[in-house]
């Protein structure tokens, strides 16, 4: 039988690492006693994402019957009653979007990347669809498609740094870099609506809102990461009870 | 039979808690399995179920809601036996329509019961796996010479009422006061497992040598597994220099049916609690012993317990606590269970003590294994079961990290004594 050299605890032959120290169990001949090399456990499948697929596939079923009742509804009315057309064409596509939106948010789709690539392609087909209802492209191409792209950077941006920073603390990371998401958003707002009104770029409220909060977001990433020893025994001197 | 008369019951005292706590990580269910030394025959298996199942009427039931409480309802259906695939314990949908509050698996030769708490205890999912055990061998050979006792019951033995009674209410005295309040207590600082992972390290020890060491501090052997666990948690703490903010404290459940003459095949058990507070200093191994053995033997006194089962009644009975919607329930008692116990104890030991079986049949199991229901509030925890001449400690574990096992487990190999390790780890 294998011993754990460490802990001096006898192993079966299937398992390679010790389990409680994980340090790596010699090999022995596993011929000498074929019995022992037998499965205890199944090899353990997780039921949590099981279920969890199956409640989210019955109420996503459930979500697609309402939605498609609804369209079929509102096309009732259009064919039966005299009713704004424009209305109900708005709802229409408002319902229809909401069912992508439903379906991204229930993360069929499994990489983020995508999935925010996604987000960006069924809000730029809905804002050009209610754009476009009166035949007539108004305020899609001048602002919205602007500002999707600019949301969808953003995200990007968030998510890329997300996945790549050793910062892990959830209550540092997140706030942090909602901050500098919210900050570089509405800079890059008011550039976009400063510019098709005025043709003219004048920075104000978002100045305010950009360094007010990259201001929250630098002290809590400094404090977290690099405040030095000499600072914090100060703080500690300072503040202490 | 009862269910003649009646179709329903209403849930046991500590069992009401249960299905109002259950989440996907607090699943409530602990799971006793049987390890033989042949291949499991299904087919048999599920023949050996559907006759002993009649014989334990108070689980071949459902669980429903009410306006007030959940109940169960009995019902005509016979469980069907699974093959295991997936984590020991995992939650169950026994809220579900046709949903059993336990289920029978199989895989390779080994049999298991895995059971929701809010139907019966450790006890009384014993005495089921071992009345299954027995018919299934009854079946695997007719000529099978079984003698009575063990705890086992027959599927041909009359049902006697008093194992349906609720003995809390039985045994409850209304005059009394509270036992004294429990502060929050220290928890292990690990990083919980994903959801719908639980991980077990079962240590197979010979039984001879460690009675022998507890015989020689006049000691039970519970009491010397868990002055073993606090030491354990004492040199965790002191070699990884863990901040201590709350004393140890461990919840320990004593089988009530010890001290008082019911035959319940529900829940029927209360939780001790001994602690001790590490910041005063550094504990030998003898002092945690003498503290144990004192605050057992001033525990485990039918004065003492009567208090436990009083407040647990008391509240149960309260008209304002029976008035409260259920839907309101569900939502108020996972967080006052998490504030009145889980926070209040570091872990928990659970031993179901020494299994008997006939002779005919007891060289055919190889093994009993006891693994108990997973917590978030206490991810640790440890059962303890024993058959023939080996002592089977299963830590059950939401938790990557091994530290803790690892400290209890090299302890007792220091005593010399040889521990085999099996795990469901990858």
Same mark, same amino acid.
């Given at each position: 039988m294998p011993y754990c050299p460490k802990c001096g605890v006898e192993i079966d032959y299937t398992i390679k690492n010790c389990p409680l120290c994980t340090f790596p169990i010699p090999k022995i001949d596993e011929d000498t006693n074929p019995i022992s090399t037998e499965n205890?456990?199944?090899?353990?499948?997780?039921?949590?994402?099981?279920?969890?697929?199956?409640?989210?596939?019955?109420?996503?079923?459930?979500?697609?019957?309402?939605?498609?009742?609804?369209?079929?509804?509102?096309?009732?009315?259009?064919?039966?009653f005299k009713v704004s057309q424009l209305a109900i064409?708005?709802?229409?596509?408002?319902?229809?979007?909401?069912?992508?939106?439903?379906?991204?948010?229930?993360?069929?789709?499994?990489?983020?990347?995508?999935?925010?690539?996604?987000?960006?392609f069924v809000t730029t087909c809905l804002?050009?669809? #209610?754009?476009?209802?009166?035949?007539?492209?108004?305020?899609?191409?001048?602002?919205? &498609?602007?500002?999707?792209?600019?949301?969808?950077?953003?995200? #990007? #941006?968030? &998510?890329?740094?997300?996945?790549?920073?050793?910062?892990?603390?959830?209550?540092?990371?997140?706030?942090a870099h909602l901050c500098i998401g919210i900050s570089l958003f509405s800079a890059a707002l008011e550039c976009i609506l400063d510019f098709q009104a005025n043709r003219a770029i004048q920075l104000s409220w978002s100045l305010i809102v950009f360094i007010v909060l990259m201001s929250i977001a630098l002290i809590l990433i400094g404090l977290y990461y690099k405040l030095p020893d000499r600072m914090k025994e100060k703080i500690k001197r300072t503040l202490h009870i | 039979m009862r269910q003649h008369s009646k179709n329903w019951y209403k849930l046991d005292n500590a069992g009401k808690l249960y299905p109002?706590?259950?989440?996907?990580?607090?699943?409530?269910?602990?799971?006793?399995?049987?390890?033989?030394?042949?291949?499991?025959?299904?087919?048999?298996?599920?023949?050996?179920?559907?006759?002993?199942?009649?014989?334990?009427?108070?689980?071949?039931?459902?669980l429903k809601r009410g306006l007030f409480w959940y109940y169960f309802e009995y019902t005509g259906n016979c469980p069907v036996i699974e093959k295991e695939t997936f984590y020991p314990c995992m939650f169950m949908y026994y809220k579900r329509k046709k949903s059993f509050p336990f289920r029978v698996l199989y895989y390779n030769k080994?049999?298991?019961?895995?059971?929701?708490?809010?139907?019966?205890?450790?006890?009384?999912?014993?005495?089921?796996?071992?009345?299954?055990?027995?018919?299934?061998?009854?079946?695997?050979?007719?000529?099978?010479?079984?003698?009575?006792?063990?705890?086992?019951?027959?599927?041909?033995?009359?049902?006697?009422? @008093?194992?349906?009674?609720?003995?809390?209410?039985? /045994?409850?005295?209304?005059?009394?006061?509270?036992?004294?309040?429990?502060?929050?207590?220290?928890?292990?600082?690990?990083?919980?497992?994903?959801?719908?992972? /639980?991980?077990?390290?079962?240590?197979?020890?010979?039984?001879?040598?460690?009675?022998a060491a507890a015989k020689k501090h006049h000691v039970s052997l519970t009491q010397y597994l868990l002055a073993l666990y606090f030491d354990t948690i004492q040199e965790y703490i002191h070699s990884n220099k863990v901040k201590l903010r709350h004393p140890?404290?461990?919840?320990?459940?004593?089988?009530?049916?010890?001290?008082?003459?019911?035959?319940?095949?529900?829940?029927?058990?209360?939780?001790?609690?001994?602690?001790? !507070?590490?910041?005063?200093?550094?504990?030998?191994? !003898? @002092?945690?012993?003498? /503290?144990?053995?004192?605050?057992?033997?001033?525990?485990?006194?039918?004065?003492?317990?009567?208090?436990?089962?009083?407040?647990?009644?008391?509240? @149960?009975?309260?008209?304002?606590?029976?008035?409260?919607?259920?839907?309101?329930?569900?939502?108020?008692?996972?967080?006052?269970?998490?504030? /009145?116990?889980?926070?209040?104890?570091?872990?928990?030991?659970?031993?179901?003590g020494q299994i008997t079986m006939p002779k005919s049949i007891e060289n055919k199991i190889e093994r009993f294994e006891f693994y108990p229901p997973p917590s978030r509030g206490n991810i640790i925890k440890l059962g303890v079961v024993s058959y023939k001449d080996k002592i089977y400690i299963s830590f059950g574990s939401l938790t990557k990290t091994t530290e803790i096992e690892k400290i209890f487990f090299r302890k007792i190999r220091r005593m010399n004594i040889p521990v085999k390790i099996e795990t469901n780890r990858e």
């Open positions: 205890k456990f199944p090899h353990p499948e997780n039921i949590y994402y099981e279920e969890l697929l199956k409640m989210k596939n019955q109420a996503f079923f459930a979500i697609s019957i309402l939605i498609f009742s609804a369209v079929l509804v509102l096309m009732t009315i259009i064919s039966i064409t708005y709802s229409i596509i408002s319902v229809i979007s909401a069912w992508f939106y439903i379906f991204l948010f229930f993360g069929y789709i499994r990489s983020k990347y995508y999935s925010i690539l996604a987000l960006g804002t050009y669809g #209610l754009d476009n209802v009166d035949k007539e492209i108004t305020w899609f191409y001048s602002y919205a &498609l602007h500002i999707i792209v600019l949301s969808v950077l953003i995200l #990007l #941006l968030l &998510l890329y740094l997300y996945n790549r920073s050793k910062l892990k603390n959830q209550f540092v990371f997140i706030p | 109002s706590i259950t989440s996907t990580r607090v699943s409530t269910v602990f799971r006793v399995s049987a390890t033989l030394y042949d291949e499991v025959n299904p087919t048999l298996l599920q023949t050996a179920l559907n006759n002993i199942i009649e014989r334990f009427p108070y689980y071949k039931v459902n080994k049999i298991s019961i895995e059971i929701s708490h809010s139907i019966t205890d450790g006890t009384g999912v014993v005495i089921f796996l071992k009345s299954l055990l027995l018919e299934y061998f009854r079946l695997l050979n007719n000529n099978l010479c079984l003698e009575k006792d063990h705890g086992i019951f027959f599927s041909h033995d009359p049902i006697d009422q @008093e194992e349906t009674e609720d003995a809390f209410h039985k /045994y409850y005295q209304k005059h009394i006061p509270d036992p004294p309040k429990l502060k929050k207590a220290f928890h292990f600082p690990f990083k919980l497992n994903a959801k719908g992972e /639980y991980n077990i390290i079962t240590g197979i020890i010979p039984i001879e040598p460690l009675l140890v404290v461990m919840n320990v459940p004593v089988n009530l049916r010890n001290l008082y003459p019911s035959k319940t095949m529900r829940n029927f058990f209360i939780s001790i609690t001994p602690q001790i !507070d590490f910041r005063l200093g550094t504990y030998s191994f !003898d @002092e945690i012993l003498d /503290y144990i053995k004192c605050y057992m033997k001033m525990s485990i006194t039918r004065k003492n317990i009567s208090r436990y089962i009083h407040k647990n009644v008391k509240n @149960e009975k309260s008209l304002f606590v029976r008035l409260i919607p259920l839907f309101i329930k569900n939502l108020l008692l996972p967080v006052l269970y998490n504030k /009145y116990a889980e926070r209040n104890f570091t872990s928990s030991i659970s031993n179901l």
